[in-house]
């Protein structure tokens, strides 16, 4: 059975940072780029962040660029998010998900979704 478990969320003050992790079991970690996805309340799942298989390919979306960093350790059959310079506007349960094929910014590209991690920056 495949499964992901996110931890690492919490409540932080802004400008403050956090760092998620991304446990996978069940299939073969290697081999398959991870991408990192958010959902406040109210609003769609949007894309955050994503790794290719080797680590070596990383795209973000606008909102984060330069302030996340998603990284993996297939060795530990997990993949990171460290987040600096949190803003209010971060706030949303945060998911991992195995990339399965099609746009990489697309959540119905992703398949095997984890429970999600809530995350939320105060002001």
């Known amino acids: 059975q495949v499964q992901l478990v996110e931890s690492g969320g919490g409540l932080v003050q802004a400008g403050g940072s956090l760092r998620l992790s991304c446990a996978a079991s069940g299939r073969t970690f290697r081999g398959y780029n991870m991408g990192w996805f958010r959902q406040a309340p109210g609003k769609e799942r949007e894309f955050v962040a994503r790794?290719?298989?080797?680590?070596?390919?990383?795209d973000y979306a606008d909102s984060v660029k330069g302030r996340f960093t998603i990284s993996r350790d297939n060795a530990k059959n997990t993949v990171y998010l460290q987040m600096n310079s949190l803003k209010p506007e971060d706030t949303a349960v945060y998911y991992c998900?195995?990339?399965?094929?099609?746009?990489?910014?697309?959540?119905?590209?992703?398949?095997?979704w984890g429970q999600g991690t809530q995350v939320t920056v105060s002001s």
């Open positions: 790794i290719s298989w080797t680590g070596g390919g990383t």
């Open positions: 998900a195995f990339h399965n094929s099609g746009e990489y910014y697309s959540p119905r590209s992703y398949h095997y």
